[in-house]
């Protein structure tokens, strides 16, 4: 549009010279152009792009607000982190980590249409000297910088040696042999010290499946503002029922003593730390076990500040950490969050008492079913004596009352309450979730046998496996292997929307896999090729 280059001085000269210059109507036609014409040059343009889009939407629609603020650019930038304290031979982290980096890209901001937050990515790797690191001689840094993150060599967390001994404590000559990676599990620390307002570290057998918006609009508006009372309002559909409790009666299994709303409850909340709790990890009819359970370290979204980060170290150079299975006077400064729990000395325990007790008030346990869902059933069965047993519930099609193992029942809430309907995960819809993550379910790298149908945990989980192989299709170059239809005769099963299981005959590895299984066991599974994913032209 030439018109926008023009001077008040050129049109002037141009109307000089119009022979129409004494027509009324012409007159007032170019005085209203040049007006706007000045207005328009002298205007900023990205002022002037916003008043284009303000024009065309309405000021009540929520919807149509936030795709104005998501053609201006994200709200921020949030850090995604993973971490590998390890790099043995069987270790390939190369299709996982590109897997879920592109779970994130696809909700997140710009992919996703409702998300407003970018994404960054960074893997945390456990060395001896982080001056001296170098990623590219180092197998697993050398992939994982090929699938797109950010490598940030990491030294202990904290120096075994240096921890304190008070009487009875048991923490320095136990923790390195603690949970699954003794003291290397406390590298997730590092998520506290990452340059971002936000930060989440995941496992690296996790999978996004719905943008985490809702969380991050609370972190990052204030309670006092429309966005925030928004927000807010939202975080309910999300927040543990547990922690709900906790706030409202002070303890877990119980509900409100004075008719206290969830809605009232979160209004003017400000929080830190979102996570998940691993109720699997107890025995509910013990006592204390309930009121003490540990934080399920695969899912963790933290406001980073080297305070905190110094604050928990500190604590494990106390040593404050007592020996005992029972859910009193054990554990973390005898608070009761002791042996009981999977990983107690490290991050599962040791955040859980810190959410818990030392920044309750900034802290919120979220829904396990919505966040990090790993398919388990939110009660304990009769299959096992041992409470810690995750049995699924069977599926009417596998119940036969003349066979004790295919006929036990579920019993009591693992969580303390008389009813967890809300938390029974796996009959949760894979659409309703935001993370899923595959520790019950297995790695769908290893292409488990599909035959054993027998509870509601294995439709889940399939669910879950096929996700994970549909984003690993959307990736350029990850086309769907060819495999025929009868290839093999298994059994498919899919959750029908009543919550009953429809079992028929297929192929599993074609339907749940998308041929990227060839058949049963880790060697029958499809490699990606090894190549710079940030190179590659998007699909």
């Known amino acids: 549009m030439q018109v926008l280059t023009y001077t008040s001085h050129s049109f002037g000269t141009i109307l000089s010279n119009m022979i129409f210059l004494n027509n009324p109507t012409y007159r007032r036609l170019l005085i209203a152009i040049a007006f706007i014409s ?9 002022e002037l792009l916003r008043a284009f889009r303000n024009a065309s939407v309405s000021s009540t629609d929520n919807a149509s607000t936030t795709s104005s603020i998501i053609s201006d650019g994200p709200i921020t930038t949030v850090a995604y982190a993973i971490s590998i304290t390890s790099c043995s031979h069987k270790l390939n982290p190369f299709d996982p980590a590109t897997v879920l980096k592109r779970s994130i890209e696809l909700n997140s901001w710009p992919k996703h249409p409702k998300s407003r937050y970018a994404s960054e990515f960074y893997v945390f790797i456990k060395t001896s000297n982080a001056k001296q690191y170098n990623h590219i001689a180092d197998r697993c840094g050398s992939l994982l910088s090929l699938a797109g993150w950010n490598i940030i060599p990491q030294e202990e967390q904290v120096y075994q040696g240096l921890i304190k001994e008070p009487p009875e404590s048991i923490l320095k000559n ?8 003794g003291d290397s599990e406390l590298i997730k620390l590092a998520t506290y010290k990452l340059p971002h307002g936000i930060a989440v570290h995941l496992d690296l057998d996790t999978l996004v499946t719905n943008p985490f918006d809702e969380l991050y609009n609370v972190m990052h508006f204030p309670p006092d503002t429309e966005e925030g009372k928004r927000a807010r309002q939202q975080l309910v559909e999300v927040v ?3 922690d709900l409790n906790r706030r409202s009666s002070g303890h877990p299994s119980r509900g409100s003593v004075n008719g206290t709303t969830a809605q009232k409850l979160l209004s003017n909340i400000v929080v830190d730390a979102f996570y998940t709790k691993d109720y699997n990890m107890i025995s509910p009819h013990k006592e204390g076990h309930v009121e003490h359970v540990g934080v399920q370290g695969g899912f963790l979204v933290v406001r980073p500040s080297m305070l905190t980060y110094l604050k928990l170290r500190d604590m494990v150079y106390s040593g404050e950490f007592y020996g005992g299975h029972g859910g009193k006077m054990t554990g973390w400064y005898k608070s009761g969050y002791g042996k009981h729990i999977w990983g107690s000395m490290t991050i599962q325990g040791l955040l859980g008492y810190y959410f818990d007790h030392v920044d309750r008030e900034h802290s919120v346990e979220l829904n396990r079913c919505r966040y990090n869902n790993i398919a388990d059933n939110a009660r304990v069965s009769s299959f096992s004596s041992n409470a ?35 938390v029974d ?10 993370l899923v993550h595959y520790t019950y379910c297995k790695s769908p790298l290893k292409c488990n046998e599909c035959n054993f149908m027998e ?9 879950f496996i096929k996700e994970w192989f549909r984003v690993r299709s959307t990736l350029t170059g990850e086309d769907k292997p060819h495999m025929e239809d009868d290839a093999f005769s298994t059994n498919v099963q899919w959750m029908r929307e009543d919550g009953t299981v429809d079992v028929h005959q297929g192929n599993c590895y074609k339907e749940y896999t998308m041929g990227f299984c060839q058949g049963n066991g880790r060697h029958n599974y499809v490699s ?12």
């Open 240 to 242: 543990a029922p547990t």
């Open 38 to 46: 000045i207005t328009i040059r002298n205007w900023d343009d990205k």
């Open 455 to 463: 509870t509601y945990k294995e439709v889940t989980c399939y669910a």
């Open 425 to 434: 995960c796996q009959r949760f819809s894979i659409e309703k979730t935001r």
């Open 388 to 422: 810690k047993f995750p049995r699924g519930t069977l599926i009417d099609q596998a119940r036969n009352a003349s066979d004790p193992r295919y006929n036990y029942k579920d019993f009591q809430c693992r969580d303390g309450r008389a009813n967890c309907d809300d």
């Open 174 to 181: 136990n923790i390195g042999n603690d949970g699954c990676c």
């Open 528 to 539: 990606m090729k090894h190549r710079n994913m940030s190179l590659l032209p998007d699909n």
